[in-house]
């Protein structure tokens, strides 16, 4: 059984438009994230969801709005993409927010290319 | 911010060579996780360090914390072409992980 999953996998589409990436976890865990890898694989937090509540939300543009129906989903939504968005998504999860020594599951990613 | 810089940030070498990766950083972290990422996949758990001068080993790998906390080391033994991959340090901020710049490593058969 598949951990943390993402939904695309792949997803190329055309600057100006809006998309969903969809993420599901079957850990039990009560948080979840959403990172973001450019081209030189550098790996950088966008959110972050503890039992459905928003704890962490870096300088990422209001383009950009999670949603968490649950604490096994965390949802993706990006409006008017543009070429800079293009990236590769992941979704991770952990059992608890703020522990140091936590171990985060991560997604197979999603990479994302706006044309 | 803290930042974690990790070097070099690409190594090639050819199966059965040591090698050693680190991790920097400026600031103090409680602890440093190791994560490998292959190609199409998401980053996955190695070790996570706690203490000063701490040294875990998991198999060919040793990993070592800084006696003061602000950086870490990967020692690879015998490399494989099975160790391929992207190493990234992490370090926790803030509740959510905090990412080095990565090292890049090709394992030649």
């Known amino acids: 059984d598949t951990a943390v999953s993402q939904t695309p996998k792949y997803l190329v589409t055309q600057m100006g438009n809006d998309k969903s990436i969809k993420c599901e976890q079957n850990l039990g865990h009560d948080t979840m994230y959403w990172y973001k890898q450019d081209s030189k694989k550098f790996l950088k937090i966008m959110f972050s969801y503890n039992n459905k509540e928003l704890i962490i939300n870096e300088t990422v543009p209001n383009r950009f709005s999670p949603k968490s129906p649950d604490k096994a989903h965390l949802n993706l939504h990006i409006n008017s993409l543009e070429l800079g968005d293009s990236a590769v998504y992941f979704c991770?999860?952990?059992?608890?927010?703020?522990?140091?020594?936590?171990?985060?599951?991560f997604g197979p990613g999603t990479r994302l290319t706006v044309l | 911010t803290q930042l974690l810089e990790q070097s070099p940030q690409f190594l090639s070498i050819q199966e059965g060579e040591n090698l050693t990766v680190y991790c920097n950083s400026s600031s103090v972290f409680s602890s440093l996780q190791w994560y490998r990422q292959e190609p199409g996949e998401g980053p996955v758990l190695l070790v996570t360090v706690v203490t000063g001068g701490e040294v875990k080993k998991l198999k060919r790998l040793t990993f070592q914390f800084g006696d003061a906390r602000k950086d870490s080391s990967l020692h690879i033994t015998a490399a494989q072409t099975g160790d391929t991959g992207l190493y990234l340090c992490?370090?926790?901020?803030?509740?959510?992980?905090?990412f080095g710049s990565g090292t890049r490593l090709q394992v030649q058969p």
């Open positions: 992490a370090g926790p901020t803030r509740r959510a992980l905090t």
């Open positions: 991770a999860s952990s059992r608890l927010a703020g522990t140091t020594t936590d171990t985060q599951y």
